[in-house]
């Protein structure tokens, strides 16, 4: 989705462009709306473009460990279901 609002964002002011251009039909629909719609769409580039290198980042140094202690959790919410449900019967 970054790609997208900065191809538009790089051709907004652009008269000549064409769908062609274009890197998807999402993109060349994203580009009529922002025309119309600049000021929203300036406000959706400055948050989308403008914290896309910071979540890449995260991304990047990202060793999985909260998603391991979410599994964990998850895997004690299962296995405390079972007991549950056990005891129910």
Do not use: Y
């Not at 251009?21 to 929203?40: F, V, Y």
């Not at 300036?42 to 060793?63: F, H, I, N, Q, Y």
Request: charged content about 35%; proline content about 3%.
């Amino acid at each position: 989705m970054v790609e997208v609002v900065e191809w538009v964002g790089e051709h907004l002011d652009i008269a000549d462009a064409s769908p062609g251009d274009a890197p998807s039909a999402l993109a060349w629909s994203q580009l009529q709306w922002a025309r119309e719609n600049r000021k929203e769409f300036m406000s959706l580039w400055k948050t989308t473009c403008a914290t896309a290198p910071r979540v890449a980042a995260e991304r990047e140094s990202d060793d999985g460990e909260e998603l391991f202690k979410l599994l964990d959790k998850l895997a004690e919410i299962k296995r405390a279901s079972k007991e549950l449900a056990k005891a129910r019967r």
